[in-house]
C-alpha cells in the first residue's frame, strides 16, 4: 500500500491567517483526494488534484477558500485561507493506488487544524 | 450520485460478543464499497473492499462483509469482538475506479468488558 505523510500533523491558528497544509505519497500516483473531517462528524471531500491540472471542487467548496497544488505525481498542498473557527477540521489527504489494479484509497494520518 | 448510511451512530458490544455495523448504499452504477477503521487521533485504515468479486469479502483484524445487492447493504462483521476493536468505522462508496468516496456518517464501537 502507498504511505502518505502529512505535515504538519496539527496546528492552532488565528483567525484570519491562512495555512498550507503539505501531503507527500512514497509512489507516484494519478488522483489524489482532499478530504475534510469536522469534529465528530465524517468525511467530506473537498476537492480531487490531478498532476497537470486543476483541482476539482465538490459543492460547497471554492478555489479561493482552499487552494490546491499538485506539482508532481508525489506531492499536493492543500491551503486553507482566511480562516475561522468553522474551519477548526482534520484534513486528510488520500490517493487511490492505481498501480495494483486497485481500487482503493489509502490515507495520510490528517492534520488537526484548530483555529482561535 | 452516491450515499451511504450507516445505521447506528454508536454501538456497544461486551467482549467476546458478535460485532454487527450496518451499512446501505445508493448508487446509480454498481458500487465499490469499503470500511475503514479510524482509531482516536489517527488517520483511516482500510479493513476490506468490495469491487465486483466475492461477495463475501474477509479483511483485517477477523472482520468480514458481505455485499447483497438486493438489499443494497453491505454489513461489517465480526464473531468475536476484542477491546482493541473500539474504533470509528466508516463505510463507503465508489462508482467508479478513480470517483471520489462517499462516506457514512460513522459508527462509534464500544467494546465492554
Known amino acids: 500500500s502507498a504511505v502518505i505523510s502529512q505535515k504538519p500533523s496539527r496546528d492552532i491558528c488565528q483567525r484570519g491567517t491562512s495555512l498550507t497544509i503539505q501531503c507527500q505519497v512514497d509512489?507516484?500516483?494519478?488522483?489524489m483526494f482532499w478530504y475534510r473531517q469536522q469534529p465528530g462528524q465524517s468525511l467530506t471531500l473537498i476537492a480531487t488534484a490531478n498532476q497537470g491540472s486543476e483541482a476539482t471542487y465538490e459543492s460547497g467548496f471554492v478555489i479561493d477558500k482552499f487552494p490546491i497544488s499538485r506539482p508532481n505525481l508525489t506531492f499536493s498542498t492543500l491551503t486553507v485561507s482566511n480562516m475561522s473557527p468553522e474551519d477548526s477540521s482534520i484534513y486528510l489527504c488520500s490517493v487511490e493506488d492505481r498501480a495494483r489494479g486497485s481500487y482503493e484509497q489509502y490515507f495520510g494520518p490528517g492534520t488537526r487544524l484548530t483555529v482561535t | 450520485a452516491q450515499s451511504v448510511t450507516q445505521l447506528g451512530s454508536h454501538v456497544s458490544v461486551s467482549e467476546g460478543a458478535l460485532v454487527l455495523l450496518r451499512c446501505n448504499y445508493s448508487s446509480s452504477v454498481p458500487p465499490y464499497l469499503f470500511w475503514y477503521v479510524q482509531y482516536p487521533n489517527q488517520g483511516l485504515q482500510l479493513l476490506l473492499k468490495?469491487?465486483?468479486?466475492?461477495?463475501l469479502v474477509k479483511g483485517i483484524n477477523g472482520f468480514e462483509a458481505e455485499f447483497k445487492k438486493s438489499e443494497t447493504s453491505f454489513h461489517l462483521t465480526k464473531p468475536s469482538a476484542h477491546m482493541s476493536d473500539a474504533a470509528e468505522y466508516f463505510c463507503?462508496?465508489?462508482?467508479?475506479?478513480?470517483?471520489?468516496?462517499?462516506f457514512g456518517g460513522g459508527t462509534r464501537l464500544m467494546v465492554k468488558p
Open positions: 509512489s507516484q500516483v494519478t488522483m
Open positions: 463507503a462508496v465508489s462508482g467508479n475506479a478513480g470517483n471520489m468516496l462517499t
Open positions: 468490495y469491487t465486483s468479486a466475492a461477495t
